[in-house]
């Protein structure tokens, strides 16, 4: 079972930012939460992952609460083909096997 | 570099009829997985190898479900005895196992449907 909820889906206007939540109020203390997207009739992509410190990289930031129960992907300004079912992942680095388990994800529809 | 390549991009076929789809990782990518996807669906862990390792099969839906991995390089998937539920699109990944971030690249799938 995922172990992640996030919102069914979510718009944003092009040009301004994209704050994706997702809460894993069970998240364990060597779980790490991993973002990927799927655009429409293409594989996953990886976005972005974090321990308990925040992350930015060329695609988006990642903010995790100080508890660890929640996070936020910030994609700081969104574009139309930033349109994607946006995946909150939270697993162990590293370990017998490293199997992603996605859940349903949050549908961002950038609007122009 | 290439990316993960899969092929047939869209195979149909007779219920009861034997399928085999091929996944070709990354080159040097030592971990490789099989999910799928039904429609308006998630996607499901199916089958994991890494290196020379007893690969994780405990997301295979059933026996007629079945996965090599040759020369720890191209994989393929074979489904027997095919059924109409067995339809969906099914995605291979490969990563570097000594990746930090264990990022998993996915390929572009293979659309499967089962008349």
């Known amino acids: 079972d995922a172990k992640t909820t996030q919102p069914t889906s979510m718009d944003c206007a092009e040009g301004r930012a994209a704050n994706l939540p997702c809460n894993h109020s069970t998240i364990s203390g060597n779980e790490y939460v991993y973002w990927y997207r799927q655009i429409h009739s293409q594989g996953p992509q990886y976005i972005i992952h974090g321990l308990k410190n925040n992350e930015t990289n060329e695609m988006a930031s990642l903010i995790i609460t100080e508890d660890r129960k929640s996070s936020t992907l910030i994609l700081p300004h969104a574009t139309l083909r930033d349109t994607a079912v946006y995946y909150c992942?939270?697993?162990?680095?590293?370990?017998?096997?490293?199997?992603?388990?996605f859940g349903t994800g949050t549908l961002l529809a950038v609007q122009p | 570099g290439a990316g993960v390549s899969q092929s047939p991009s869209n195979k149909v076929t007779e219920k009861g009829k034997d399928v085999e789809l091929r996944c070709d990782p990354i080159?040097?990518?030592?971990?490789l997985y099989w999910y799928r996807q039904s429609l308006g669906q998630g996607l499901e862990f199916l089958i994991y190898?890494?290196?020379?390792?007893?690969?994780?099969k405990s997301g295979l839906p059933s026996d007629r479900f079945s996965a090599e991995r040759t020369g720890g390089s191209v994989s393929t998937l074979t489904i027997q005895r095919t059924q109409q539920e067995d339809s969906a699109v099914y995605l291979c990944?490969?990563?570097?196992?000594?990746?930090?971030?264990?990022?998993?690249?996915f390929g572009p799938g293979t659309r499967l449907t089962v008349l």
């Open positions: 990944a490969s990563s570097l196992a000594t990746s930090g971030s264990n990022e998993q690249f």
């Open positions: 190898f890494q290196g020379n390792s007893a690969p994780d």
């Open positions: 992942i939270v697993r162990p680095q590293g370990g017998a096997t490293n199997k992603l388990i």
């Open positions: 080159s040097g990518h030592t971990a």
